[in-house]
């Protein structure tokens, strides 16, 4: 089993940056597919980014392309995402989520995600 702790969440203006932090642990063997995936109430949930730790790929939602980017520590089994010129619309609970894929390019946002951690709040005011 993995288990996925995010932090780094909070409340800032719009044009503001903030970084989330996902840690795992466990059998992070089972997670070489990390995402970053939000829902704002009454909306769908979006994914955001995904990163494939074996070679860095990554991959964004249009919404956030050019401020966002997602990163990894692997010694540390950390993923990050700084999140910049942040825009009301923007405000969500967002989720780290991890999977194991066979080939790189089975990991999109699209795909299907087995780990999920509790989510961190981000709030963007105008």
């Known amino acids: 089993q993995g288990q996925l702790v995010e932090s780094g969440g909070g409340s800032v203006q719009a044009g503001g940056s903030l970084r989330l932090s996902c840690a795992a642990s466990?059998?992070?063997?089972?997670?070489?597919?990390m995402a970053w995936f939000r829902q704002a109430p009454g909306k769908e949930r979006e994914g955001v980014a995904t990163i494939y730790t074996g070679g860095g790929s990554t991959i964004y939602a249009d919404s956030v392309k050019g401020r966002f980017t997602i990163s990894q520590d692997n010694p540390k089994n950390t993923v990050y995402l700084q999140m910049n010129a942040l825009k009301p619309e923007d405000t969500a609970m967002y989720y780290c989520?991890?999977?194991?894929?066979?080939?790189?390019?089975?990991?999109?946002?699209?795909?299907?995600?087995?780990?999920w951690g509790q989510g961190t709040q981000v709030t963007v005011s105008s």
């Open positions: 989520a991890a999977v194991f894929v066979g080939v790189s390019t089975y990991c999109r946002p699209l795909g299907y995600f087995n780990y």
């Open positions: 466990g059998y992070t063997r089972s997670m070489n597919c």
